[in-house]
């Protein structure tokens, strides 16, 4: 496909458990994003990784929050022991990037903790 | 401290221009700003970006002046199909010198007919 992909659209899971999610970003792009948007909120950074480059980590709420990012291109953010507030849509972006290219955005996996 | 602002919500009827203002102290000096909209249960979707002054695109013109403190985008005779979030993304360099990529709350924009 021409744009990111994000799955599972929607993932319902109980407190306590381990989800991953997945994003596969637009081809040749070399940056990719990750985002939590809660309910009627804006966009908070998660984290962001550049080429080979050390991934900037910094906006990871908590140890709990892990993220790979394996050969260049597929992206798994990995939430352990999930918690109520962790319920969010979670959003993955790509750029090429090159400085000041904007980024492309999936639609998001809509995370449910129950 | 790096703060993003903008309106939460506006409203418009068709046909009318809109403006959205967002202001931003401080932006990193190098970095473009930029423009996005978000429909619901969809990711934010690219508008425009610009560094100073006014561009302007097929579907809007983004204006920024010389001190670059704060952002208008403007939307040229809306349609219902506009209404929509809309969220600008400045950078910041924070006091440990990392640059951050920081989005504005989103101003909600209501399009009437």
Known sequence: ?114 | LAKTTQPISMDSYEGQEVNITCSHNNIATNDYITWYQQFPSQGPRFIIQGYKTKVTNEVASLFIPADRKSSTLSLPRVSLSDTAVYYCLVAYYMDTGRRALTFGSGTRLQVQP
Do not use: M
């Open chain 1, 1 to 114: 496909g021409a744009g990111v992909s994000q799955s599972p659209s929607n993932k319902v899971t109980e407190k306590g458990k381990d989800v991953e999610l997945r994003c596969d970003p637009i081809s040749g792009h070399t940056a990719l994003y990750w985002y939590r948007q809660s309910l009627g909120q804006g966009l908070e950074f998660l984290i962001y990784f550049q080429g080979n480059s050390a991934p900037d980590k910094s906006g990871l709420p908590s140890d709990r929050f892990s993220a790979e990012r394996t050969g260049g291109s597929v992206s798994t953010l990995t939430i352990q022991r999930t918690q109520q507030e962790d319920s969010a849509v979670y959003l993955c972006a790509s750029s090429t990037g090159q400085s000041n290219q904007p980024q492309h955005f999936g639609d998001g996996t809509r995370l449910s903790i129950l």
